[in-house]
């Protein structure tokens, strides 16, 4: 489990490293998550002590949402005044990733089916 551990941490440091130095606005550990996928699908399996640490971590997981709960508690003033804001912007997001997720299928359907 510790070489999982360290790997997880490997991949998180050259993310960071590569977000400061080319000033990207992207987070470090998205790009480690990322370097890490595209690591993983190029070796075509993963190994049981990345795969321990992995559920370990995700066992944990929701201690990551008290933050944000805490943050919508502490900001409830500020997010009754733009309430409707939010709702428009939640419902108009929702509309927009659904068409785009319908369209993207209907053409990698038709993509897979010219193969056939």
């Not at 709702?87 to 068409?99: D, F, H, K, Q, R």
């Amino acid at each position: 489990m510790l070489k999982g551990i360290i790997t997880l941490l490997v991949f998180q440091f050259i993310g960071e490293c590569i977000a400061i130095l080319f000033g990207l606005l992207v987070p470090g550990p998205v790009i480690g998550m990322v370097l890490l996928l595209t690591f993983l699908i190029l070796r075509k399996s993963s190994f049981e002590s990345l795969d321990d640490a992995a559920a370990i971590h995700l066992r944990y997981l929701p201690l990551l949402f008290i933050p944000a709960a805490m943050g919508i508690i502490t900001q409830a003033d500020v997010i009754s005044k733009e309430l409707l804001a939010i709702v428009i912007a939640l419902v108009l997001g929702t509309i927009i990733a659904l068409a785009f997720s319908a369209k993207l299928m209907d053409y990698l359907i038709v993509k897979q089916e010219e193969k056939k």
